[in-house]
């Protein structure tokens, strides 16, 4: 009779402790810092020039190369990996529970020309070390495990767009600086342009999504902070603008008889600047490239295209700062006597805002690791953006010294890498013990 009794009690405390045991486990887990940074620097291997910075600009032999890297060491930790039709990486973590949706995170490794070491690469590396730290010690979550390494997120978010389910065809032909269009550069990374909408999730078939990123920015430095806690990501629009003037002999044609395309992108690049800085808010607006034709120095140039880009947290914003702009474009296209077109591109990002329980479940994680916080928006693009469309998302930042970015100066610390490496690590876990 009396083991009968003590036989359930002690089954309860039995499984209570067993509880305890791996619920004190999973807080102990830490990411290896020095393996992190380790991996940071193997990573900049991947497209490194004779005067030690590296170029790994998406679609080149150095992005392909790394992606094959990547993917033999996800391939050693046994998961599942390949390759989709949009060239993203895809490994999967199988979990405990049958018929729970995947919890996944992951960034990117391309880079703009002459960019850094950091950028997506830190996310993505955090991204590998936390697997690697769950099958060292043996930890299978409840939920699958699916880490996402997109691609070409610098040219416009690829990747991430296929997998919202709106990469447009148009898109496909928007050349970067390799030469090689999206849709070559999708083939050559081993996708597939003729089954690029077999990529698109539907808005259940995620449970959750994390992107660690450094911050591109100096708040968290300015303020000796150690964890931003992303609110939301402004949205972009690109543009392309085209002048055509009339190509004449230069030294032969009268001042004021001139049609000169490149005279008129240059005031309307002086005038984008004053409209943007006219508004109230925080909107920026770029004009970062230029192209004149037939760039001889004894000829007028006929032709001059640019590119324009507006961001900010609200679409409306952006559109009221893109007519403004149009206005005053259209007018310097009058008084210069040239004509102006201004052609939409298919790289177009929604503002997205984060989910507020992923944002309280990263300040968590970070509180309980001891790390101070701060919660921000981010006013560069992310394939987190994309992402948010489908899936309960977060984004986690670490801080970037200078706040520098995109550039070969960009450096965060290898302290701050396992910051973040270990929020996201724990994150993942907290999520995982309460989505169903």
């Known amino acids: 009779m009396k083991n009968n009794y003590f036989r359930p009690v002690l089954s309860i405390i039995c499984l209570f402790f067993a509880c305890s045991l791996v619920q004190g486990q999973r807080q102990k887990l830490q990411v290896d810092q020095d393996r992190l940074e380790k991996r940071i620097f193997d990573l900049a291997k991947f497209?490194?020039?004779?005067?030690?910075?590296?170029?790994?600009?998406?679609?080149?032999?150095?992005?392909?190369?790394?992606?094959?890297?990547?993917?033999?060491?996800?391939?050693?930790?046994?998961?599942?990996?390949?390759?989709?039709?949009?060239?993203?990486?895809?490994?999967?973590?199988?979990?405990?529970?049958?018929?729970?949706?995947?919890?996944?995170?992951?960034?990117?490794?391309?880079?703009?020309?002459?960019?850094?070491?950091?950028?997506?690469?830190?996310?993505?590396?955090?991204?590998?070390?936390?697997l690697e730290v769950l099958h060292e010690n043996n930890v299978t979550t409840k939920h699958p495990l699916e880490i996402?390494?997109?691609?070409?997120?610098?040219?416009?978010?690829?990747?991430?767009?296929?997998?919202?389910?709106?990469?447009?065809?148009?898109?496909?032909?928007?050349?970067?600086?390799?030469?090689?269009?999206?849709?070559e550069g999708i083939m050559r990374l081993g996708g597939d342009t003729t089954r690029i909408a077999e990529v698109a999730r539907q808005k259940d078939d995620i449970a959750a999504f994390l992107e660690l990123h450094i911050e591109?920015?100096?708040?968290?430095?300015k303020e000796r902070l150690q964890i931003g806690i992303v609110e939301g990501i402004v949205g972009l629009k690109w543009w392309e603008v085209e002048f055509t003037g009339f190509s004449n002999h230069a030294g032969t044609t009268p001042m004021n008889a001139r049609q000169d395309a490149l005279l008129a992108a240059a005031k309307f690049i002086v005038a984008v600047n004053e409209t943007v800085t006219g508004f109230e808010g925080a909107q920026v607006s770029t004009v970062g490239q230029i192209k004149a034709e037939p760039g001889a120095p004894n000829v007028i140039p006929g032709k001059v295209i640019t590119s324009l880009e507006i961001r900010d947290l609200s679409s409306e914003v952006i559109t009221?700062?893109?007519?403004?702009?149009?206005?005053?474009?259209?007018?310097?296209?009058?008084?210069?006597?040239?004509?102006?077109?201004?052609?939409?591109?298919?790289?177009?990002?929604?503002?997205?805002?984060?989910?507020?329980?992923?944002?309280?479940?990263?300040?968590?994680?970070?509180?309980?690791?001891?790390?101070?916080?701060?919660?921000?928006?981010?006013?560069?693009?992310?394939?987190?953006?994309?992402?948010?469309?489908?899936?309960?998302?977060?984004?986690?930042?670490?801080?970037?010294?200078?706040?520098?970015?995109?550039?070969?100066?960009?450096?965060?610390?290898?302290?701050?890498?396992?910051?973040?490496?270990?929020?996201?690590?724990?994150?993942?876990?907290?999520?995982?013990?309460?989505?169903k």
């Open 320 to 435: 009221q700062v893109f007519d403004a702009i149009k206005k005053r474009g259209e007018a310097i296209a009058r008084s210069s006597n040239v004509q102006i077109e201004f052609r939409p591109l298919d790289t177009t990002a929604d503002p997205a805002i984060m989910t507020a329980a992923i944002q309280d479940e990263i300040a968590t994680a970070a509180e309980n690791l001891g790390l101070s916080t701060k919660r921000m928006p981010s006013g560069a693009g992310h394939d987190a953006q994309d992402m948010a469309l489908i899936a309960p998302t977060g984004m986690i930042f670490v801080p970037s010294r200078g706040g520098i970015s995109h550039s070969p100066k960009e450096f965060t610390s290898a302290e701050d890498m396992a910051n973040g490496a270990n929020v996201l690590l724990h994150t993942i876990l907290a999520l995982d013990k309460k989505l």
């Open 148 to 183: 996402i390494i997109f691609s070409n997120e610098e040219g416009g978010v690829m990747g991430s767009r296929a997998i919202a389910g709106h990469l447009g065809k148009d898109a496909l032909n928007v050349m970067n600086s390799t030469g090689y269009s999206m849709g």
């Open 216 to 221: 591109q920015g100096g708040t968290l430095e």
């Open 47 to 130: 497209g490194l020039q004779e005067n030690g910075e590296t170029e790994r600009v998406a679609f080149s032999d150095a992005d392909v190369e790394a992606q094959q890297w990547l993917v033999r060491q996800l391939e050693a930790w046994g998961l599942s990996v390949h390759i989709d039709f949009a060239g993203n990486i895809i490994g999967r973590k199988k979990g405990k529970k049958a018929g729970l949706k995947p919890i996944s995170f992951g960034s990117h490794i391309d880079r703009v020309p002459n960019g850094g070491n950091y950028d997506g690469c830190v996310g993505s590396m955090a991204s590998l070390e936390v």
